[in-house]
């Protein structure tokens, strides 16, 4: 079974600065990688995956993730946040019909 | 498109009572997965469903069943409700169990008390 540690369970920062969001994973075998976000009460939307190709993949909102095969890692980086991006974030990778998820990283942004 | 749609929101059971939670994919999807998010942790897969079976089934008790309808909906049962089972439900629809494309509901928010 696959699993992910998101090294950070809580990040703080002020807006307009940069933020990254490490996420290491298990695998030795060929694996698709994904982040996901969650606002408060609300359900996961996708905000970027890696299946192929480039290692860095962006969102349309700014973030992008590098996929490091050699590190087994799959960080997330926005050079400039908004207040509007407190959130919780989840990497998550893929098995067979399911996702495993991290234990999530908590993003404050400040004024 | 209505995406994945998830009833009810929020409800609040007593220890001992089953509770039902259903989902509704997203149109063209024919894959219903669940997962149980507990305070403060990731989400945990509990199990998929396709063509009306169970086709993967996560670390849950038997308490947890589901069921899926010929329109493509399911339904999480959970038997027996022990404190904590306290948690937001997802669901997620796909097509044909690829991930990759899954879309998640807004989610269910169960309190056992």
């Known amino acids: 079974a696959q699993s992910v540690t998101q090294l950070d369970s809580q990040v703080p920062v002020f807006e307009e600065a940069p933020v990254e969001l490490r996420c290491n994973y298990s695998s030795s075998v060929s694996v698709y990688l994904f982040w996901y976000v969650q606002y408060p009460n609300q359900g996961l939307q996708l905000l970027l995956k890696y299946l192929s190709g480039s290692t860095l993949v962006e969102s349309i909102n700014g973030f992008e993730a590098e996929f490091n095969k050699s590190q087994t890692s799959f960080h997330l980086r926005k050079p400039s946040v908004h207040i509007s991006d407190t959130a919780e974030y989840f990497c998550?990778?893929?098995?067979?019909?399911?996702?495993?998820f991290g234990a999530g990283t908590t993003v404050t942004v400040r004024a | 498109d209505a995406g994945v749609t998830q009833s009810p929101t929020h409800l609040i059971k007593t220890r001992g009572q089953q509770v039902t939670l259903r989902c509704s994919p997203k149109s063209g999807h024919d894959t219903v997965s669940w997962y149980q998010q507990a305070l403060g942790q990731g989400p945990q897969f509990i199990f998929q469903y396709y063509e009306e079976e169970e086709r993967q089934r996560g670390n849950f008790p038997d308490r947890f069943s589901g069921h899926q309808f010929p329109n493509y909906s399911s339904e999480l049962n959970v038997n027996a409700l022990l404190l904590g089972d306290s948690a937001l439900y997802l669901c997620?629809?796909?097509?044909?169990?690829?991930?990759?494309?899954?879309?998640f509901g807004q989610g269910t928010r169960l309190t056992v008390v």
């Open positions: 998550a990778v893929s098995e067979p019909y399911k996702l495993s």
């Open positions: 997620a629809s796909s097509f044909n169990g690829e991930v990759t494309e899954a879309f």
